[in-house]
């Protein structure tokens, strides 16, 4: 039962979509649903979802400026 906590939502979902795509594969013999229910199930087995290191991207933190400087334009007329 402790295994189950480590599945999260989206491990639930592509493990969902990998049975159903099976369930097609077996009922029509397409070849992209047994692909597709052969990719999900994988993703879903190994709790991999995204290409290489793309989900532990770190989020972007905003840093506030404390120190504004003012920005001086100078106007440029051509001769």
């Known amino acids: 039962m402790a295994r189950l906590r480590q599945f999260g939502f989206m491990r639930l979902l592509r493990a969902a979509l990998a049975v159903l795509f099976l369930l097609e594969a077996l009922r029509g013999g397409g070849a992209v649903a ?6 999900l199930g994988a993703q879903a087995w190994f ?11 770190p989020s972007a933190k905003r840093r506030i400026a404390t120190d ?3 920005i001086h334009f100078e106007e440029v007329k051509a001769p």
């Open 34 to 39: 047994w692909i597709l229910a052969a990719l």
């Open 47 to 57: 709790n991999v979802g995204c290409c290489g290191t793309a989900c532990a991207t």
């Open 68 to 70: 504004v400087q003012e």
